[in-house]
Nanobody, 126 residues
Framework: EVQLVESGGGLVQPGESVRVTCVVS????????MGWFRQAPGKEREAVAT????????YYADSVKGRFTISQDDAKNTIYLDGHSLNPDDSATYFC???????????????????WGQGTPVSVSA
């Protein structure tokens, strides 16, 4: 059984940082797209950051570019999202997603993700 389990969200002050973690079991994270998505109440889900775990080619939404970083630990089969200088617009439930094995030329921001975690909420508020 494939499982993606996110953790690390919570209440964060504006300007502070957060790390959300996605531990993957049931499949290796290599050679596929992995992504972080977020959805705020009343808004559509959006891709925040994606990466191909073999090429390490990453994509970031304009709203987080320069503030967020997606990274991976192959030994732990884990994906991370580090966010800095958080603001209230970053408040959302953050979801981790895994694609099926795919070539490094795959356009990770727009590919179909087969597996999803349950999400972890991040709330940025004073």
């Amino acid at each position: 059984e494939v499982q993606l389990v996110e953790s690390g969200g919570g209440l964060v002050q504006p300007g502070e940082s957060v790390r959300v973690t996605c531990v993957v079991s049931g499949l290796p994270i290599d050679n596929r797209c992995m992504g972080w998505f977020r959805q705020a109440p009343g808004k559509e889900r959006e891709a925040v950051a994606t990466t191909h775990t073999s090429s390490h080619k990453s994509y970031y939404a304009d709203s987080v570019k320069g503030r967020f970083t997606i990274s991976q630990d192959d030994a732990k089969n884990t994906i991370y999202l580090d966010g800095h200088s958080l603001n209230p617009d970053d408040s959302a439930t953050y979801f981790c997603a895994a694609g099926r094995p795919a070539p490094v030329t795959t356009n990770c921001p727009t590919t179909t993700y087969a597996y999803w975690g349950q999400g972890t909420p991040v709330s940025v508020s004073a």
